[in-house]
């Protein structure tokens, strides 16, 4: 609530200021836009590029295709106003959801600038641009890095920046605050989980080359919605009667949302020269929450290019970095009337599924050529194969069928076009 | 034996053209700007949108020389030894974030050089031998 007095109050200012001059006044539109077609060779184990986006198995048109439209409002040399909206197959289908950017910036000074409204997270190298695929070298971000990045990709607040030049390169350090909610699929379950009283700290250094990123952010999850999760609380919470039995009570409090916090690290690098592009992150996940666990994930990725056509290979992972509980059975169980014993061996099974779909552990490898058709269309070709270690499906559907315990190899290969107007 | 001979001179004449031509790219305002000279990195910081103003703190306003030309091509390579496909996704992913916005795309050298006379915010590359007296050079990129 408070970022939107915060917005409507710069708003204000901003309308109100003797400053703005028509002639300073400059309204751009222009957009972007994926089309892309893709074949994951698993039926039973669904894809999709990231949490916010439905997933599919087989052919699909829909799971990188995305289009986008952007507007940028110049008010004067110090203040300006950008809105980004765009469309993809998500799970919410809720305008808000596809909000992308709505902030008011203000530039005091040379070195300082001030933005307000629904701004990018900047925790990630392409946290302000996941969306354009123009503007990267693969088919889509890296699927085990971006995945967990999609859920705070932007948020409702302002941030506050520094830039400098030192030792010939450039500084920039940006810190933030806010909240968002995430609409997502996790596990093949519909979620909405909001992140709130998010700090974000970030900081960049450009010299010729090289660049570098280190981030970290710090949140406080909240608003946990799950029809899944809430059948099983409400029958982990019910399921004591002898009082000898603590573990469902227990489980059922650590799958609630309050009280628990997030902590994410990143770090990135990158460099670009004329025929080369090599660029790696790595970032860590410290839960206490068990919906979702501790974790961490990177990728490399290496490209060449030669004439038209850069040439490229990338290897990422991501991996829980805890143990997941497991629910045991109780020893009074067999004392206890059939029908409650049959609903109790229920419930120990769902739960446990339900923690094992909390784990990601998977690593893959891609190959793919982008090729630089023109100044607004370029053209990509990507084979990605997935390795998914037992009970590592996170970050994908899978069918109910199948055993989760199982590793799971699926390959993907995708084509795509991506514009900008 | 005569043609080859022809061949290879005119050849080289060529390519001592396009290198002198190359070599004389000069960073120029208008004359009535305050700024007298610029390091390097200040002309990558306008240009890359790192900036929206010159050292001072007054409005910088970028102007590109027309894409796909081979003084745009020379001049980012000399700059910052980026191709011009490259620039353009580096460009996507500033705009696209809004963080800032390219340099305006002019028509000709002539074009910048109006442009320039006429706005003391704007800032451009042209070869050194179409200077005028209505602009002054703040960096020549064979400087370094």
Redesign the interface.
Same mark, same amino acid.
């Given at each position: 609530m408070l970022f939107k007095y915060i917005m409507a109050l710069t708003f204000f200012v901003t309308c109100i200021s003797s400053s703005v001059k028509a002639d300073d006044l400059n309204i751009?539109f222009?957009g972007?836009a994926t089309l892309s077609m893709s074949y994951s060779d698993d039926p039973d184990i669904a894809f999709s590029s990231n949490y916010l986006n439905n997933s599919e198995a087989g052919f699909s048109f829909k799971r990188d295709s995305i289009l986008?439209a952007?507007v940028?409002v110049t008010l004067n040399?110090d203040w300006d106003a $950008?809105a980004?909206v765009i469309y993809q197959d998500r799970s919410s289908t809720y305008f808000n959801d596809f909000l992308e950017?709505g902030?008011l910036?203000y530039?005091p000074?040379?070195n300082w600038t001030v933005r307000a409204g629904r701004i990018?997270s900047d925790l990630f190298l392409l946290s302000?641009?996941t969306? $354009?695929g123009?503007?990267?070298l693969w088919a889509r971000p890296p699927h085990a890095y971006y995945s967990f990045a999609s859920t705070v990709g932007n948020y409702d607040g302002m941030d506050v920046e520094y830039?400098s030049?030192i030792n010939?390169g450039?500084l920039r350090i940006k810190l933030g605050l806010g909240q968002t909610t995430a609409e997502l699929i996790a596990g093949g379950e519909d979620l909405s989980i909001t992140f709130d009283d998010l700090y974000t700290l970030s900081a960049v250094y450009?010299k010729?080359?090289w660049t570098f990123r280190v981030a970290a952010s710090k949140s406080n999850f909240s608003n946990f919605k799950s029809t899944a999760f809430n059948y099983l609380m409400d029958g982990l919470n019910s399921l004591d009667p002898t009082n000898t039995w603590p573990q469902p009570a227990q489980l059922a409090s650590e799958f609630e949302a309050r009280n628990h916090t997030m902590n994410y690290s990143a770090l990135g690098v990158v460099y670009?020269?004329?025929n080369w592009?090599i660029q790696a992150e790595i970032g860590s996940v410290e839960s206490d929450w068990m919906v979702t666990p501790s974790n961490v994930n990177g990728y490399i990725s290496v490209g060449y290019?030669i004439n038209?056509v850069t040439y490229y290979s990338s290897f990422s992972v991501a991996k829980n970095t805890k143990d997941t509980p497991k629910m045991l059975s109780s020893e009074a169980l067999p004392y206890l009337p059939e029908h409650y014993q049959l609903a109790a061996e229920e419930l120990i099974r769902q739960t446990n599924y339900a923690l094992s779909r909390t784990i990601v552990d998977q690593k893959s490898i891609n190959l793919g050529a982008n090729w630089?058709y023109s100044?607004t269309l $370029?053209l990509k070709m990507q084979a990605d194969h997935f390795m998914l270690e037992s009970s590592g499906g996170n970050l994908w559907g899978l069918n109910s069928q199948i055993n989760i315990d199982a590793e799971h190899d699926v390959n993907l290969i995708s084509v795509n076009a991506n514009w $900008?107007f | 034996m005569q043609l080859i001979k022809s061949i290879m001179s005119l050849l080289l004449l060529v390519s001592s053209y396009s290198y002198s031509y190359s070599q004389d790219l000069v960073i120029v305002v208008n004359k009535n700007n305050s700024i007298n000279e610029l390091s390097k990195?200040?002309v990558?910081?306008i240009y890359m949108g790192?900036?929206?103003?010159f050292?001072d703190?007054k409005?910088a306003k970028p102007l590109d020389l027309p !894409?796909?030309s081979k003084l745009k091509s020379d001049f980012y390579?000399k700059l910052v030894?980026?191709?011009e496909?490259?620039i353009? !996704?580096y460009w !996507?992913?500033v705009?696209?974030?809004?963080?800032a916005?390219p340099p305006e795309s002019v028509e000709s050298i002539d074009d910048a050089l109006n442009q320039l006379k006429d706005s003391e915010f704007g800032i451009a590359y042209i070869p050194e031998s179409k200077l005028t007296d209505t602009v002054k050079v703040v960096y020549r990129l064979n400087e370094d």
């Amino acid at each position: 609530m408070l970022f939107k007095y915060i917005m409507a109050l710069t708003f204000f200012v901003t309308c109100i200021s003797s400053s703005v001059k028509a002639d300073d006044l400059n309204i751009d539109f222009s957009g972007f836009a994926t089309l892309s077609m893709s074949y994951s060779d698993d039926p039973d184990i669904a894809f999709s590029s990231n949490y916010l986006n439905n997933s599919e198995a087989g052919f699909s048109f829909k799971r990188d295709s995305i289009l986008g439209a952007h507007v940028n409002v110049t008010l004067n040399s110090d203040w300006d106003a $950008v809105a980004q909206v765009i469309y993809q197959d998500r799970s919410s289908t809720y305008f808000n959801d596809f909000l992308e950017l709505g902030f008011l910036r203000y530039r005091p000074q040379r070195n300082w600038t001030v933005r307000a409204g629904r701004i990018n997270s900047d925790l990630f190298l392409l946290s302000e641009y996941t969306n $354009v695929g123009y503007a990267y070298l693969w088919a889509r971000p890296p699927h085990a890095y971006y995945s967990f990045a999609s859920t705070v990709g932007n948020y409702d607040g302002m941030d506050v920046e520094y830039n400098s030049q030192i030792n010939n390169g450039f500084l920039r350090i940006k810190l933030g605050l806010g909240q968002t909610t995430a609409e997502l699929i996790a596990g093949g379950e519909d979620l909405s989980i909001t992140f709130d009283d998010l700090y974000t700290l970030s900081a960049v250094y450009l010299k010729n080359q090289w660049t570098f990123r280190v981030a970290a952010s710090k949140s406080n999850f909240s608003n946990f919605k799950s029809t899944a999760f809430n059948y099983l609380m409400d029958g982990l919470n019910s399921l004591d009667p002898t009082n000898t039995w603590p573990q469902p009570a227990q489980l059922a409090s650590e799958f609630e949302a309050r009280n628990h916090t997030m902590n994410y690290s990143a770090l990135g690098v990158v460099y670009d020269d004329m025929n080369w592009l090599i660029q790696a992150e790595i970032g860590s996940v410290e839960s206490d929450w068990m919906v979702t666990p501790s974790n961490v994930n990177g990728y490399i990725s290496v490209g060449y290019r030669i004439n038209e056509v850069t040439y490229y290979s990338s290897f990422s992972v991501a991996k829980n970095t805890k143990d997941t509980p497991k629910m045991l059975s109780s020893e009074a169980l067999p004392y206890l009337p059939e029908h409650y014993q049959l609903a109790a061996e229920e419930l120990i099974r769902q739960t446990n599924y339900a923690l094992s779909r909390t784990i990601v552990d998977q690593k893959s490898i891609n190959l793919g050529a982008n090729w630089h058709y023109s100044d607004t269309l $370029v053209l990509k070709m990507q084979a990605d194969h997935f390795m998914l270690e037992s009970s590592g499906g996170n970050l994908w559907g899978l069918n109910s069928q199948i055993n989760i315990d199982a590793e799971h190899d699926v390959n993907l290969i995708s084509v795509n076009a991506n514009w $900008v107007f | 034996m005569q043609l080859i001979k022809s061949i290879m001179s005119l050849l080289l004449l060529v390519s001592s053209y396009s290198y002198s031509y190359s070599q004389d790219l000069v960073i120029v305002v208008n004359k009535n700007n305050s700024i007298n000279e610029l390091s390097k990195n200040e002309v990558i910081d306008i240009y890359m949108g790192r900036y929206m103003t010159f050292p001072d703190g007054k409005s910088a306003k970028p102007l590109d020389l027309p !894409a796909n030309s081979k003084l745009k091509s020379d001049f980012y390579l000399k700059l910052v030894n980026q191709s011009e496909q490259k620039i353009n !996704a580096y460009w !996507a992913r500033v705009f696209f974030s809004g963080r800032a916005k390219p340099p305006e795309s002019v028509e000709s050298i002539d074009d910048a050089l109006n442009q320039l006379k006429d706005s003391e915010f704007g800032i451009a590359y042209i070869p050194e031998s179409k200077l005028t007296d209505t602009v002054k050079v703040v960096y020549r990129l064979n400087e370094d």
